[in-house]
């Protein structure tokens, strides 16, 4: 008798049982079966879940499984109180094994819950992964019905169409993608810096991009942190060093990101290079430049107005680059062709005033997005003279604080620029004098959630680090100005954190700030003083402070353009414009595009050491991805049948991640055969928009065939 | 030729029938036609919608209902209080169909919410302040006025979106074009007191006491108003503060229709500014 290989196979699986871990002694390595089992021959295993409570409560899953077992192509069929669990597992395990199973259904919960569990227990038994179906009973079953006869009787429904699933499964194999194992960094603030330094230091290239002409980012312009009072340029710049000198980091500053092409492991990003008018070769960072040039009165960006600069300029001395920048709307040379001073001053000259904006292409395999924040603009933006119509029953949307006159009085500033004026290298150098005239304020008014907690202004979150840097705020001042006093206005303090509340406390009870539970109504300005009445809701009292300075905690919103990158990127964000995260709890830098993370305020409002944690977490995933030669992903995706496309390209207009290109066939000689649409399969998500677009019928989506949805339908009726 | 609706409300056919005539002189200069709502009926003030919100919706409702029977697209309350009333049971009604069926069956004719209602600034804006500047024969060179919004010209902001609730700039803009020199103050938009006149008159006293002394303070040679509540508590009231405080205020409180009269060239009589309690 000549044995088939079917026959040996079969024979081979009998055995198996047998020839275990204790007879052989070695770990059993499971030969995975790539091909795909006859339909007619299907031999499948339902596995009914109880889980616990949650199912078995409302569907009788014995009959479920009992239903099962009449299904045409089922083998056997159980059920099991908890079929993730371990036992559960290896009940699917040695069913496969003793019944020769060709293909595993298990009804249970979501297969986002547990999918990837049941496969990985098929797969150790040798037997396909992708031959393994799940039947949600659990959420879209017996948790949102009542009637136990009903649920039941959808449960069966649903195992059915899952069996009918099964049986047209094709065995697949995971997909392998080549990996660029480099990494860009797109925002150089602390978050970006601490990112690029990880990676770095773990041996990959790093791109930083930073739009600024220096990396630093807001914690560069913070006067001390909480709640240990460090020093926070002392803290930052050795690390901004770090970064600038850095063998394996290139730093793109006073750059942004103009496109994003590619998918996760090769990405192709073009980087638009601002006109910085320098050539940053021959540049020594002297400073003759900028402490000659005569274009002294531009308002300082990284002071927030609160100070002054040159047309030529570095934003602070501890700048990385330490390299100037010609602002050109400010440059005489620029804008009406005068001076030229800092050219002549320049020994190495490296004045390039026909320098133009540059593109340069990078090309990187992860991309860690750390933006960060700006601060709410709490001047009102919309209807001043000439308020626009609206519909009846449309609300105008309302933003902006006119009641508290920011803009409006020189001495009502924002958190960020009192930061500025507590600093040592602000304009002040680091004394606190009010704007307006330049003297000491005796007494402060901050006033917390300004923007934040607020429905009526649009945003509805807390802002998180506020409450902090306030209590923060109070102290530093008390420190300078001894025998000042400062009272704020507040909602709730929130605290939590390690030493933070205590933080607070000291603020309180040592540094004596005026701790008042209410809000403002009204500041105006009275010869000189702004006269701030609000209600201290505690003291159940109208209160009037004459103040000499205002200080407004602003809410923590994205920066500038956080939105058109996420678009570029292809991550989601949230209606406030803050990038969302894959999963909160479990996912929390990883986003929905594969290879792209997120960290810092530009995913959430956020402290100092959290951004950090999420930066490390950031180059942690990505030198996860990086410890591999290739990649793998899901083969699950859509596949055009080149021989039936007509080429209409339909698909390629309807796909949402731009994975389908219009290619051709040749034949050898090169001459054109035909046009077809073809599927990148490093890009395609599996979503099968372009199977319900094809006229021909030519596109299909692997392990979810349109014969599949057929053979389910078909099952119902 | 504009026209447009007009409803009055009780204090511009009572207490403050001198809003009315300057109001209409002054209008009829501009080139806008009154055509004041028939059978019209009061808009509930403070009283109903501290009682009822259904009555508050419906008396505003019957009058917005009457307006669109007649067929008036646009409808100018003068004063404050009842144009915030037509907006808010606007409001109400846009939203929601069901009160829409119940108030139509209450005041018994069609409410859909979709008149517009329009304050006496925004009817000035409607016909443009370069078409009223071309009409002035006075320029105001010599009036630096503060102009006083009152609480409800440009609150609640959702209810009536007009112009910057906290901040605003409407009236300043009409009388700068107008020539004259609008003073920056800081009491714009605070409370009069308005209706406590009555309940309590020292709350009236003492509050407006603080928006005549801050004009002052800021220089200002007059008041400007576009409020009955707010010119009878600046105006008739602004002896007894005086008395009250020992102190001379001696600030003329105009309507803001009789500023743009005046610089039309309408006579003082004619805008009834003779009315006033405190004249020159």
């Known amino acids: 008798m000549i044995w088939s290989a079917a026959i040996y196979r079969r024979f081979a699986a009998a055995l198996r049982p047998f020839v275990n871990e204790e007879i052989t002694g070695k770990k059993k390595k499971a030969v995975i079966n790539h091909r795909s089992p006859k339909k007619n021959m299907a031999r499948i295993g339902v596995f009914v879940c109880w889980c616990g409570e949650n199912i078995a409560r409302t569907v009788d899953v014995e009959q479920v499984a009992s239903a099962a077992a009449e299904m045409p192509g089922v083998a056997c069929a159980m059920t099991c109180k908890y079929m993730c669990s371990e036992p559960g597992q290896a009940a699917i395990r040695h069913k496969i094994a003793e019944e020769h199973l060709t293909g595993v259904v298990v009804a249970s919960c979501s297969p986002h819950m547990h999918l990837r569990t049941f496969r990985k227990a098929a797969e150790k038994e040798g037997l396909n992964p992708y031959l393994v179906e799940m039947a949600n009973i659990r959420e879209h079953c017996s948790w949102v019905h009542q009637d136990r006869t009903q649920a039941t009787a959808k449960a069966i429904d649903l195992v059915a169409m899952a069996v009918a699933k099964t049986r047209n499964d094709q065995a697949l194999a995971p997909i392998t993608i080549p990996l660029t194992r480099r990494a860009m960094v797109i925002g150089g603030g602390v978050a970006g810096i601490q990112a690029a330094l990880d990676i770095a230091d773990a041996g990959y290239q790093v791109a930083l991009v930073e739009r600024e002409p220096s990396i630093g980012g807001k914690m560069a312009g913070l006067s001390e942190t909480f709640p240990t009072l460090d020093c926070s340029q002392c803290i930052l710049t050795p690390r901004m060093v770090e970064a600038g000198q850095h063998p394996n980091i290139t730093l793109h500053t006073y750059s942004e990101v103009e496109s994003v092409e590619g998918y996760v492991g090769n990405f192709r990003v073009k980087v638009r290079k601002k006109a910085r008018y320098i050539d940053m070769e021959k540049c020594t960072g002297c400073g003759q430049c900028w402490n000659h040039c005569p274009a002294k009165k531009n308002p300082s960006a990284f002071d927030y107005g609160l100070g002054q600069r040159t047309a030529i300029y570095i934003p602070f001395p501890q700048a990385v680059p330490a390299r100037p920048v010609i602002d050109a709307a400010a440059c005489l040379k620029l804008t009406k062709g005068k001076c030229g001073i800092c050219a002549k001053k320049c020994q190495a000259g490296a004045i390039r005033f026909d320098d133009e904006e540059r593109m340069v292409t990078e090309e990187v395999g992860a991309i860690v997005v750390a933006t960060g924040y700006k601060l709410y603009s709490i001047e009102k933006k919309t209807g001043t003279a000439y308020p626009l119509p609206t519909a009846a029953g449309t609300p105008l949307p309302l933003s902006g604080y006119g009641e508290y006159g920011y803009g409006r009085y020189a001495d009502v500033i924002d958190s960020l620029q009192f930061e500025r004026l507590l600093s040592a290298s602000g304009p002040t150098g680091g004394e606190v004098r009010r704007p307006s005239d330049g003297q000491v304020p005796k007494n402060v008014v901050f006033i917390s959630c300004v923007g934040s907690r607020d429905n009526a202004k649009g945003i509805a979150y807390c802002s998180k680090i506020c409450c902090m840097y306030t209590a923060k705020h109070t102290m530093l001042y008390k420190h300078k100005v001894h025998d000042g006093q400062a009272h704020v206005f507040y909602m709730d303090i929130r605290s939590g954190g390690k030493n933070y509340d205590e ?203 349109e014969q599949q949805i057929y053979a389910m339908v078909e099952s119902l009726v | 030729m504009i026209e447009v609706g007009y409803y009055p409300g009780c204090a511009l056919h009572g207490s403050s029938n001198d809003y009315e005539t300057s109001v209409r002189a002054c209008l009829d200069k501009l080139g806008v036609s009154l055509r004041e709502l028939d059978d019209w009926i009061c808009c509930g003030a403070t009283a109903a919608h501290s009682l009822n919100h259904k009555l508050a919706v419906a008396l505003p409702a019957r009058n917005l209902a009457l307006a669109k029977r007649d067929g008036m697209h646009e409808l100018l309350a003068p004063c404050p209080m009842c144009s915030m009333e037509l907006h808010r049971a606007n409001r ?127 220089a200002a040679s007059c008041i400007v108003v576009a409020c009955p509540m707010c010119h009878v508590n600046l105006d008739m009231k602004q002896a007894d503060i005086e008395r009250r405080f020992g102190v001379r205020h001696d600030l003329i409180v105009y309507y803001l229709s009789d500023l743009i009269g005046l610089a039309l060239g309408i006579d003082e009589r004619t805008l009834g500014i003779d009315r006033h309690f405190v004249v020159k």
């Open chain 1, 503 to 705: 933080f607070v406390r000291r603020a309180i009870e040592q540094d004596g700030a005026h701790y008042l539970r209410g809000r403002v109504s009204k500041i105006v300005e009275q010869s000189g003083r702004l006269i701030v009445r609000g209600v201290d809701t505690l003291a159940g009292e109208a209160v009037t402070i004459e103040a000499d300075l205002v200080v407004l905690a602003a809410a923590m919103c994205p920066s500038d353009g956080a939105e058109t990158l996420a678009q570029k990127l292809n991550v989601g964000y949230d209606e406030n414009g803050f990038l969302s995260e894959s999963h909160p709890k479990l996912r929390p830098v990883e986003t929905n595009a594969a290879g792209v993370y997120v960290c810092g305020a530009c995913q959430g409002p956020k402290d100092i050491p959290e951004s950090v944690a999420q930066a490390t977490a950031c180059a942690g995933k990505t030198l996860v991805m990086f410890s591999r030669q290739q990649l793998t992903r899901e083969p699950e995706i859509a596949r055009v049948d080149e021989t039936n496309c007509a080429a209409c390209f339909a698909c390629v207009r309807a796909c949402p991640y731009t994975a389908i290109e219009r290619a051709e066939i040749r034949d050898r000689k090169g001459n054109l055969v035909k046009r077809t649409a073809r599927v990148n399969p490093g890009l395609c998500m599996g979503c099968g928009t372009c199977v319900a677009v094809c006229p021909s019928k030519s596109a299909d989506l692997a392990g979810f065939s």
């Open chain 2, 92 to 218: 109400a009604l846009a939203a929601c169909p069901q009160l829409r069926r119940e108030i139509s069956e209450i005041v018994e004719l069609e409410v859909d919410g979709g008149t517009r209602v329009l304050n006496f600034i925004e009817v000035v804006q409607k016909v443009g302040l370069e078409e009223m500047t071309r009409k002035v024969v006075r320029p105001l060179a010599d009036f630096r006025p503060a102009c006083y919004y009152g609480c409800l010209l440009t609150r609640p902001p959702r209810d009536v979106q007009f112009d910057d609730c906290e901040q605003p700039g409407s009236m300043e803009a009409i009388l700068a074009a107008l020539g004259a020199a609008p003073v920056d103050w800081n009491y714009k938009t605070e409370c009069c007191g308005a209706g406590m006149t009555l309940a309590d008159e020292e709350i009236v006293l003492e509050l407006s006491h603080k928006i005549l002394s801050d004009a002052a303070a800021h």
